[in-house]
């Protein structure tokens, strides 16, 4: 008896410790958070008030250089004070007035159904916004010479300015800014934005993208300068998930398409030997789940199905968690083709009938070609029933010439990953 009360205590003394361990967890989340959100208030600030001694003072880029060294010299353990942060700081006062904030607060309900419309309806309401919030004091009644005094001094009145600009307490200033959705990033991923001079829509649904997908700053700058917005909210997609599909699976099934896929490499330099390209893309290909997008999970490669007295190997089989549903994709070497169509429409059904669960919504097909023709494959798709999905695809943007010969064939590397995989097993 006295041993199963033992028992009884260290199972209970477990989850208590667990239960501590993840209050702990989502503490330490929350300080991090909050801290970020802290000193995004505080860059903001700063980058408000260079802007109104600017307008006011007629203070220039020889001054901001000053402010830099004079805030360095005080407090010589302090980072983030270079006179080009200070002017990303400016950049980003710029980019965010509170007009903004109150507007990308309204706009969270849209970006939740995860539609290609209401993105589109969100992004191009924000790039409406005129991004120039000096022209809101002109009216301010802040006096003082500016230029003569300290200027570490000088930034105990952001509060006050900001007060003035906004004719606003500064307490429900700060409070409108960190419930708005530039704080869920951090500051080296701002910079990336404000350095691409993408328009403010665009921006904003980047940074739901890197917050909704655990992106990286490097991630994002990749997603940035390969396209991603246009690839996959713009572009002109082939598929006929709005017939096949019920809503509102088909609306996200046509909002996670994208077009082209780019499965690129990283860390290419010129001087990259011919086997240390070929290594990079193998192992690159191998983490492509990033470029599939959001709530995919790898099933199986080269998944055998014996159908009568036949053998079939379906290139990858993956599982949407958001779709509730697989992902059958075949890639291709070439151009499309419409014969293509109906080997990925034949997996669907395999696939159905060997693998879907009672609660698993229908099967999904995504047929990745090498070029071709969207006009005719878009024909090709009125003959099938089942849900599919025609795009391009790259392998690498950047290639030299004389080196691609020597990359492996889309075979090569399809026997290369059932390799890694078997070994994985």
Not at 83 to 88: A, C, P
Not at 297 to 306: L, T
Not at 309 to 336: G, M
């Amino acid at each position: 008896m006295s041993q199963e009360i033992k028992k009884a205590e260290i199972q209970d003394l477990s989850l208590v410790v667990r239960a501590i361990g993840t209050d702990l967890e989502h503490t330490q989340v929350r300080v991090i958070t909050s801290a970020n959100a802290d000193m995004l208030f505080h860059y903001w600030k700063v980058g408000h008030f260079i802007l109104y001694l600017q307008k006011k003072e007629g203070w220039g880029s020889k001054v901001i250089d000053n402010l830099s060294k004079a805030i360095r010299s005080k407090y010589p353990d302090k980072k983030g004070y270079s006179t080009r942060n200070l002017i990303y700081m400016c950049q980003f006062a710029k980019a965010y007035p509170m007009e903004v904030l109150t507007e990308m607060g309204k706009a969270e309900e849209l970006l939740n159904s995860l539609s290609i419309d209401n993105v589109l309806q969100l992004t191009n309401e924000l790039n409406q916004f005129t991004q120039q919030p000096v022209a809101l004091i002109q009216n301010s009644d802040i006096q003082g010479d500016i230029i003569t005094q300290q200027p570490v001094a000088k930034l105990r009145e952001v509060s006050e300015t900001l007060s003035a600009i906004y004719h606003n307490d500064i307490s429900q200033i700060e409070e409108i800014f960190k419930y708005s959705a530039i704080v869920r990033t951090n500051w080296a991923s701002h910079v990336i934005l404000l350095n691409s001079k993408l328009p403010l829509g665009e921006c904003y649904w980047y940074i739901t993208q890197a917050v909704a997908n655990g992106w990286s700053r490097n991630v994002l700058q990749m997603q940035i300068e390969t396209n991603l917005f246009a690839r996959q909210i713009t572009a002109k997609k082939v598929n006929n998930f709005s017939v096949r599909l019920p809503k509102p699976q088909s609306d996200l099934a046509n909002y996670l398409m994208k077009d082209p896929y780019i499965f690129d490499m990283m860390g290419q330099t010129d001087k990259m030997a011919e086997r240390d390209i070929e290594r990079q893309l193998v192992s690159h290909i191998t983490k492509y789940l990033l470029e599939m997008g959001s709530g995919f999970a790898f099933v199986a490669r080269q998944k055998h199905f014996e159908v009568g007295d036949s053998d079939f190997y379906a290139d990858l089989i993956l599982y949407n968690i958001q779709l509730h549903a697989y992902v059958v994709i075949e890639l291709k070497a070439t151009p499309f083709k419409p014969e293509y169509m109906g080997q990925l429409n034949f997996y669907i059904n395999v696939v159905d009938d060997t693998l879907r669960g009672e609660h698993d919504n229908k099967t999904i097909g995504l047929l990745l070609c090498n070029g071709g023709d969207k006009v005719v494959a878009q024909y090709a798709l009125s003959g099938y029933d089942q849900p599919i999905g025609v795009s391009d695809y790259q392998l690498t943007k950047a290639i030299p010439d004389n080196l691609k010969s020597a990359l492996p064939t889309i075979e090569e590397v399809e026997e290369e990953l059932t390799k890694i995989v078997e070994q994985d097993k």
